[in-house]
C-alpha cells in the first residue's frame, strides 16, 4: 500500500435495503480486491457507513460497487465525502454499528 501522502480518503454513506443483506461483507470483498484499507459498519439509522484509504481510482471504483451493493440490495442514494488520507488504517474490517 502506498503511503497516505498518495493516498486518498472516501467517507460513504449508503442509503436504501442495505442492512442484512450481506452488505458489509461485499464491501469487505471488494476493499480486499482493490488494495484499500480502513473500516465498514452499520448505523443505527439503517445505512452502511464506510470510511477508506488508497489510490483515488481503487476508491472510485469502490464507490461505484457501493452504488451496485450485493445482489439481493437496494441502493437508493449514496453520500461521499473526499479528505485527505491519514494513513491511521493498515486493514480494511467491518466496525460495530455507529
Same mark, same amino acid.
Given at each position: 500500500m502506498a503511503d497516505a501522502q498518495q493516498?486518498?480518503? &472516501?467517507?460513504?454513506v449508503v442509503d436504501g435495503l442495505v442492512q =442484512? !443483506? =450481506?452488505f458489509r461483507a461485499f464491501v469487505t470483498d471488494q476493499?480486499?480486491?482493490l488494495g484499500i484499507v480502513g473500516w465498514v459498519r452499520n448505523t443505527y439509522g439503517g445505512q452502511v457507513e464506510v470510511l477508506a484509504? =488508497?489510490?483515488r481510482e481503487a476508491l472510485l471504483m469502490l464507490a461505484n460497487a &457501493?452504488?451496485? =451493493?450485493p445482489p439481493i440490495s437496494q441502493v437508493t442514494q449514496i453520500t461521499t465525502e473526499w479528505q485527505p488520507a491519514t494513513g491511521e488504517f493498515d486493514h480494511f474490517? !467491518?466496525?460495530y454499528t455507529a
Open positions: 493516498n486518498e480518503r &472516501l467517507h460513504a =442484512g !443483506v =450481506g476493499a480486499y480486491e484509504e =488508497g489510490p &457501493l452504488r451496485e =451493493g474490517r !467491518v466496525t
